[in-house]
């Protein structure tokens, strides 16, 4: 039975959903520049980020993603530039992405807005020849898929301060599909589907020695013919070293979070969805491993850490 699932699912996303699916990552608070590239520069230092996920454990070619994340600011903190690189595996099915970002800053009181801007390109490939079929003589299932790079220009918005952020991004605003011509309007493609994100959060103290923090967020998600998707978070940050939280992705899954600071520079984290839909009866859930490193980060003892 978990055999039947997985390969309706590899159909799914072979015959529906190339770009469609933007990469789902749980710990996406740290994982900012993959939703919003307003989000590049938004500290006062660089900053990398490695992420992994292994999603619905205990299938065989289940899908698993890799992100490698770096952005930092110039010209005095007035801009900020990004680079994304991103891999994503489902059963025979292999998607990778480039992408680079670039905000401007516009300062307002103690906060900021920036504006983003995002280019890049999508390479898919399946590998439909590897798959073992109840009909040998299908030609549906006989030649291997490869498509050309996919052009993709995609905008979003931050505001943020010390203590809170607010965003909404469409990743990919504008693409380019070979069998049509170059246009905003990618609803007439088969492969592309724009995704919509806004997301907020805020950090609060609570208790009078600033120990303990409070850190509540939202993520909204929504495609065009789909329900929108919600991530509800709430997490604990104690000494601004250990964050412990929780967090609800509507109609999918519950999810636990951990990260620790080694250092002013560097974290990791971990994120485990449980599944709560009826699919939860084959998946053993997913893993999500995150590790950071800040450079500069810590040069000034009088600035606390950002934790978004």
């Given at each position: 039975m978990r055999i039947v699932i997985l390969v309706i699912a590899i159909l799914f996303n072979i015959n529906f959903s190339y770009g469609q699916r933007d990469m789902l990552v749980s710990k996406n608070v740290f994982n900012g520049l993959l939703l919003n590239p307003a989000y590049a520069g938004s500290h006062t230092y660089f900053s990398t980020a490695l992420l992994y996920r292994s999603q619905w454990s205990g299938f065989d070619g289940a899908?698993?993603?890799?992100?490698?994340?770096?952005?930092?600011?110039?010209?005095?903190?007035?801009?900020?530039?990004g680079l994304v690189v991103s891999h994503d595996k489902i059963g025979v099915t292999d998607e990778?992405?480039?992408?680079?970002?670039?905000?401007?800053?516009?300062?307002?009181?103690?906060?900021?807005?920036?504006?983003?801007?995002?280019?890049?390109?999508?390479?898919y490939t399946s590998k439909l020849s590897t798959l073992t079929v109840w009909d040998a003589g299908d030609a549906s299932f006989t030649n291997d898929i490869r498509t050309n790079l996919i052009p993709k220009f995609g905008f979003g918005s931050y505001f943020y301060g010390e203590n809170y952020f607010a965003g909404i991004a469409i990743?990919?605003?504008?693409?380019?599909?070979?069998?049509?011509?170059?246009?905003?309007?990618?609803?007439?493609?088969?492969?592309?589907?724009?995704?919509?994100?806004?997301?907020?959060?805020?950090?609060?103290?609570?208790n009078e020695k600033q120990t303990m923090k409070f850190k509540p967020t939202?993520?909204?998600?929504?495609?065009?013919?789909?329900p929108v998707q919600a991530d509800i978070s709430a997490s604990m940050i104690y000494k601004e070293m250990?964050?412990?939280?929780?967090?609800?992705?509507?109609?999918?899954?519950?999810?636990?979070?951990?990260?620790?600071?080694?250092?002013?520079?560097?974290?990791?984290?971990?994120?485990?969805d449980?599944?709560?839909?009826?699919?939860?009866?084959?998946?053993?859930?997913s893993h999500e491993i995150v590790l950071g490193y800040d450079f500069g980060a810590g040069k000034d003892k009088n600035v606390s850490p950002r934790f978004f």
């Open positions: 899908p698993s993603t890799q992100i490698f994340e770096f952005d930092g600011p110039l010209a005095k903190e007035k801009m900020g530039v990778t992405d480039i992408y680079v970002s670039y905000s401007y800053n516009i300062k307002i009181g103690a906060s900021k807005l920036a504006f983003g801007l995002r280019a890049g390109a999508t390479s990743p990919t605003l504008i693409a380019y599909d070979n069998d049509y011509s170059f246009s905003i309007d990618m609803e007439q493609s088969s492969f592309l589907k724009r995704h919509y994100y806004i997301n907020g959060g805020y950090i609060m103290n609570i939202l993520l909204l998600r929504y495609v065009p013919a789909a250990f964050t412990f939280g929780l967090a609800y992705r509507t109609g999918a899954a519950m999810v636990g979070m951990i990260e620790y600071r080694t250092s002013q520079r560097i974290r990791i984290g971990y994120a485990y449980f599944m709560v839909s009826k699919f939860r009866t084959y998946s053993g859930g």
